[in-house]
């Protein structure tokens, strides 16, 4: 009987420190920048796409870094409207080698489509070809444009559906101070 108490102390006690980092990992993304908002913190969906040179990236591999995905597609005026910015935000981030962009085209024409618009307009952030849609689909996508920041520890801590401008000096703030954070 004693035994049993005990653990349901103990079981109580690591539910507690689970609920403090989740909060703790949420609270990461500064709640000031209008517009985005916190997310729950659950775990982002692994996955594993080609990049525009067949390269494949997991995110798994990119863990202990400071994630910025987005789903996108040629087709999309808003997209069109928001990669400016994107590009300016990616411009002020890139020394930091914890902080990745990574823009996951929806064009189900895959890299025929999507390699010729990136050429044309310069973006050198990195783009990921999910033609099928798995990925937006993992990610419970609603529509696009529709952007996830992950912290080091792999959690969503903030979500934006729609177009934005992520040029925005309070969102660069925002994830330089994610950067500080060192994952544990």
Not at 19 to 28: D, E, Y
């Amino acid at each position: 009987m004693v035994r049993r108490r005990n653990l349901l102390y103990i079981a109580a006690g690591l539910a507690i420190i689970a609920g403090v980092a989740l909060f703790i990992a949420t609270m990461q993304w500064r709640s000031t920048v209008p517009g985005v908002k916190r997310a729950d913190g659950r775990i982002a969906a692994d996955f594993t796409l080609e990049d525009l040179s067949g390269r494949t990236i997991t995110l798994a591999s990119l863990r202990g870094k400071v994630i910025f995905l987005n789903f996108w597609a040629t087709w999309c005026a808003p997209c069109l409207d928001e990669m400016p910015s994107m590009q300016a935000l990616y411009d002020q981030m890139r020394g930091n080698a914890d902080f990745v962009m990574l823009a996951v085209s929806q064009d189900q024409r895959g890299r025929q489509a999507v390699k010729p618009f990136i050429d044309k307009n310069g973006f050198r952030f990195q783009i990921l070809l999910d033609p099928e849609g798995q990925l937006a689909e993992s990610y419970g996508l609603r529509g696009v444009p529709e952007t996830f920041i992950i912290d080091r520890s792999g959690r969503i801590v903030a979500h934006h559906a729609g177009a934005f401008d992520w040029s925005r000096p309070d969102v660069s703030e925002a994830l330089k101070q994610m950067l500080e954070v060192k994952s544990g």
